[in-house]
């Protein structure tokens, strides 16, 4: 099954095809066209995603991405036919909000063969609910111009299937979900959420944790900001821990660990970034006291995501823990869990998406996606809402 995944639920503008075959017990993906156009230079500005500024650049960016794609997947053909004037009535109406999407689309889609895809999977939500209809309402654009079928799609459900997904096989273009052993408890972390699920049977979700307050990747976000870095801001933390933990690791500050000890595994991120806030306030940071602020905040943070999934473990006998969403390419957070859980759980096997695959791509979208129309459950184009709060 060919399935052409879009993803628009925040700053990336992301289109893959990929050839989906097997079952839910091993499934294998092959990449045959995958393009990207991330809007951090444009956010950076502002220091922070703005809904209706990530729209228009969705908007601006889906037609081009569609067309890389598609000539990476050699599915770049122009047509015969034209198009009938009732499919582009539906098409004119679907993108009746989107009229310079409906003319791009009209003068550079239209004019093409339908391509080699099955499905069309799409992301519904969480994430910025004006983000998501620009992609939705292309998606149902597409689904009409080409008479495919469309699922939507979880992108919390995209991160955690994606972080069983292991790559290579026939290609160096393929991933592979195989051998995974159930329950799994995924460790969903990214800029809006901060939640465990557990997994018992695929597709089969249970909250067992959340955050009371900010998400982690915000934390991370809001802390850089604080330290006058750029957004985004987990990976320039990061950076800053990397080096005062190449110095030794010996931080002078250290931040609370909240909530560590009740006996829930729900997160609160608010109180450690306060905490931060009052270490710094009216100081003037050298490098060193950023890069010592940093490694003291990432071994909270670390430390917490890891006593938290430790308690939803045990109360749910896991044997495999996934760690998903945009955080999880935290290198402290990798090693943290690596080195507790193969201290004190060896018999729990440990895994997160390959680096390519952390932060938000159309890739995960088809992976989910394909699970979704492999149980046929597709969309209705009437009906089908994006929905920034959706849930697991
Ligand atoms: O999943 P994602 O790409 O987008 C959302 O769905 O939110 O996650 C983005 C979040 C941002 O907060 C970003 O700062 C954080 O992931 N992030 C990181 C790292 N790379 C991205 N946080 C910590 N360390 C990293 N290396
Ligand atoms: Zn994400």
Redesign the pocket.
């Known amino acids: 099954m060919n399935i052409l995944a879009i993803e628009t639920?925040?700053?990336?503008t992301a289109i893959a095809i990929l050839s989906c075959e097997g079952d839910a017990e091993s499934a294998t993906y092959t990449i045959l066209g995958n393009a990207l156009i991330s809007q951090i230079d444009v956010h950076q500005e502002f220091g922070g995603v703005f809904p209706a500024v990530a729209k228009r650049e969705h908007a601006k960016n889906l037609v081009p991405i569609l067309l890389g794609t598609l000539s990476e997947a050699d599915m770049l053909k122009e047509s015969e036919q034209r198009v009938s004037q009732t499919v582009h009535e539906e098409v004119t109406r679907i993108l009746s909000r989107e009229f310079e999407l409906s003319k791009e689309l009209f003068s550079k889609i239209s004019v093409l063969a339908i391509p080699n895809i099955d499905v069309i999977a799409v992301t519904a939500g969480p994430?910025l609910a004006p983000a998501l209809w620009v992609g939705v309402s292309f998606a149902k654009a597409l689904s009409i111009l080409w008479n495919k079928p469309i699922v939507g799609v979880n992108?919390m459900e995209g991160?955690l299937l994606t972080a069983l997904a292991k790559k290579g096989g026939r290609s160096i273009k393929t991933y592979t979900v195989s051998n995974v052993s159930m329950p799994v408890l995924a460790l969903l972390?990214?800029?809006?959420?901060t939640e465990l699920q557990l997994m018992s049977t695929w597709l089969s979700y249970n909250l067992e944790g959340q955050t009371r307050d900010d998400?982690?990747?915000?934390a991370?976000?809001k802390v850089?900001r604080m330290l006058g870095l750029p957004y985004?801001?987990?990976?320039e933390?990061?950076r800053l821990a990397e080096r005062a933990r190449d110095r030794g690791g010996n931080s002078p500050y250290t931040f609370p660990r909240p909530m560590i000890s009740d006996a829930h595994s729900d997160f609160s991120f608010s109180g450690l970034k306060t905490s931060v806030l009052y270490s710094i306030r009216g100081k003037v940071l050298s490098d060193t006291d950023k890069e010592n602020i940093s490694l003291a905040f990432e071994d909270a943070v670390a430390e917490v995501l890891y006593v938290k999934t430790k308690r939803a473990l045990l109360k749910t006998g896991a044997k495999t823990i996934a760690i998903g969403?945009?955080?999880s390419?935290?290198?402290n957070?990798r090693d943290y869990f690596g080195n507790r859980l193969s201290r004190e759980h060896p018999e729990v096997s440990l895994t997160t998406p390959t680096p390519e695959l952390?932060?938000?791509n159309a890739i995960m979208i088809g992976i989910a996606g394909y699970y979704r129309a492999r149980n046929a459950e597709f969309a209705d184009t009437e009906t089908l809402q994006a929905n920034g709060n959706l849930a697991l």
């Open positions: 639920s925040c700053d990336e994430g992108h991160h972390i990214s800029g809006g959420h998400a982690v990747g915000e991370y976000d850089a985004p801001g987990g990976p933390i990061s969403g945009g955080v390419a935290n290198k957070i952390s932060g938000d």
